[in-house]
C-alpha cells in the first residue's frame, strides 16, 4: 500500500508566526525522499494553511504526485485547471470546520458534478471523490466520471471500542471491494494515525492512505530532541 503524506499542517506551524519556516515544500521533499508516494494538500476558501503560493512551489518541485483537495466551486477548479496537479479530490468545505468533517454529499452535487469534471479529464487530471464508505455514492462517483474514490475514515478513526470499530472497519472493507468491483481505483484517509492503521494491510483493493495530521504530529515529537541538542551546540 502506497503512502500519501498531506502537508496542511506544516503550513499552519509557518503560519503560527506569519514567517517562512516550516515550509511545506521542504518538508514535501523530505516525505519525497523517504517514500511518500505523494504529497497532499488541500488549499481552502480561506486559506488557514497552505496558500496559493505553496500550491504552485509544490508543484515546481515535487516529483512524485500532487493531490490537490479541493472544494466544488469555479474558483478552485480554476486554480487547479492552471496548477495541473496529478489528481485532485473534491471534498466538502465548511468554513468554521477544524478539518474536513464528513464525506462529500454527493447526491446533493449530482446534478452538476459531472460537468464540473469534465474539464480535468480533459486535461489529463484524474479526479477522485472523498466519500462515505457508501455504495450509492460509489456509484454516483462513477457515473459522475470520477477515476477514483477516497474512502473517509474518518468515523472508523472515532470509535473508542472495539465492537464499533470492527463495523465501522467492514463498511471501508466492503465499500472498497465494491469500489475496485465497479472499475473505480481506492484509496482512503482521515484520521489515520500509528495506532489505528495496522488493519488496513488487510484490504488489498486500496492503493493509498492519504495521512497529515498524525505524521506531522509524530515528526514535531521524534525530531525534537535532535532540535534541543543542535541548539545546545550553538550556544555551547
Ligand atoms: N484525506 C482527505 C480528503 C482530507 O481532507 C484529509 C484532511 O485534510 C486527509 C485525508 C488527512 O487527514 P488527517 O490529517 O486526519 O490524516
Given at each position: 500500500m502506497r503512502l500519501a503524506v498531506n502537508i496542511d499542517h506544516i503550513a499552519t506551524l509557518r503560519n503560527a508566526r506569519g514567517e517562512?519556516?516550516?515550509?511545506p515544500v521542504e518538508a514535501a521533499l523530505l516525505a519525497e525522499k523517504n517514500g511518500a508516494a505523494g504529497i497532499v494538500c488541500h488549499l481552502r476558501e480561506d486559506r488557514r494553511h497552505i496558500k496559493d503560493e505553496d500550491l504552485r512551489n509544490l508543484r515546481a518541485s515535487i516529483t512524485t504526485k500532487l493531490d490537490l483537495e479541493m472544494a466544488m466551486t469555479p474558483e478552485m477548479q480554476m486554480i487547479a485547471l492552471r496548477t495541473k496537479p496529478e489528481l485532485i479530490t473534491l471534498v466538502p468545505e465548511k468554513r468554521e470546520e477544524l478539518t474536513t468533517e464528513g464525506g462529500f454529499n454527493i447526491t446533493a452535487h449530482f446534478g452538476s458534478l459531472a460537468e464540473f469534471i469534465k474539464p480535468f479529464k480533459r486535461s489529463g487530471i484524474e479526479v477522485s471523490m472523498f466519500i462515505e464508505p457508501d455504495k450509492h455514492a460509489i456509484d454516483l462517483s462513477l457515473e459522475a466520471g470520477a477515476d477514483l474514490v477516497e474512502l473517509h475514515t474518518g468515523k472508523y478513526a472515532l470509535q473508542t471500542d472495539s465492537v464499533n470499530g470492527d463495523r465501522e472497519f467492514r463498511r471501508i472493507r466492503e465499500a472498497a471491494s465494491y469500489a475496485k468491483s465497479i472499475g473505480l481505483k481506492v484509496v482512503a484517509g482521515h484520521g489515520l494515525n500509528y495506532g489505528n492503521i495496522a488493519p488496513f494491510r488487510e484490504i488489498p483493493e486500496i492503493e493509498e492512505v492519504s495521512i497529515g495530521h498524525a505524521i506531522i504530529a509524530r515528526a514535531v515529537m521524534t525530531g525534537l530532541g535532535e532540535a534541543v541538542r543542535e541548539m545546545l551546540g550553538l550556544i555551547g
Open positions: 517562512g519556516v516550516p515550509d
